[in-house]
């Protein structure tokens, strides 16, 4: 079983920046693909971003060039760093993991974190 707990959201001015992270409770988490989803009140969940186990990434064309994801597998650990922040881009923020089968954009995520609001507002 794969654990993801996800921090770092909060509360924003438009222009500003969050940094989100994805710690993964198991060893092997490096061979996952990870990604960041998010949902906005009223909305279906989207996707945001996609690290493969190889480090190739994937963003959705709405936070292309804002936001960058990374990852440091000697801790475990995803990131999304937000820049650029807009009114839009307010939803709670999933992490997610997979096996490092498909399309990272599209394919079946099997574990998911609980969450962590982030709030673009004046």
């Known amino acids: 079983q794969v654990q993801l707990v996800e921090s770092g959201g909060g509360l924003v001015l438009p222009g500003g920046s969050l940094r989100l992270s994805c710690a993964v409770s198991?060893?092997?988490?490096?061979?996952?693909?990870m990604g960041w989803f998010r949902q906005a009140p009223g909305k279906e969940r989207e996707f945001v971003a996609a690290?493969?186990?190889?480090?190739?990434?994937y963003y959705a064309d709405s936070v292309k060039s804002r936001f960058t994801i990374s990852r440091d597998n000697a801790k475990n650990t995803m990131y999304l760093q937000m820049n650029s922040l807009k009114l839009e881009d307010t939803a709670v923020y999933y992490c997610?993991?997979?096996?490092?089968?498909?399309?990272?954009?599209?394919?079946?995520?099997?574990?998911w974190g609980q969450g962590t609001q982030v709030t673009v507002s004046s």
């Open positions: 198991r060893r092997t988490s490096s061979s996952y693909d």
């Open positions: 690290i493969s186990w190889s480090g190739t990434t």
């Open positions: 997610a993991a997979k096996p490092p089968t498909g399309d990272p954009r599209q394919a079946r995520y099997l574990y």
